[in-house]
């Protein structure tokens, strides 16, 4: 009898038996987005910008600064949560502007 039987695995096959992955074969393929059919640099475009990691660039590109503070000061900057390095620029810029400083 030829039939297979059911639930019985597919017969292994061989990696080496596969085609030589050419470039030919890689020009005459098809970039897809989805379901969407799209042009090669649509796709790398679409590619590199999912690619980009991290934060935003900012339109204003601040210093870096090292200062020491007192333990206590930091701790309650850092304990009114997410956004405590902006709030404290905001207060220094204010202090700035009424020539606090």
């Known amino acids: 009898m030829n039939v297979k039987l059911p639930g019985t695995d597919p017969p292994w096959v061989d990696p080496d038996d596969a085609p030589e992955l050419s470039d ?3 020009e005459k393929g098809a970039w897809k987005m ?13 590619i590199a910008q999912t690619m980009r990691r991290g934060r935003p660039l900012a339109q204003v590109k ?14 309650k900057l850092r304990a009114s ?21």
């Open 24 to 26: 030919e074969l890689f």
């Open 81 to 101: 949560g997410k956004g405590w390095q902006t709030r404290l620029n905001a207060v220094l810029r204010e202090a700035v502007e009424h020539g606090k400083v």
């Open 62 to 75: 601040r210093p870096m600064l090292s200062i020491r503070v007192d333990p206590e000061v930091l701790e």
């Open 34 to 46: 989805g379901e969407r059919v799209v042009t090669k640099q649509q796709a790398q475009t679409a």
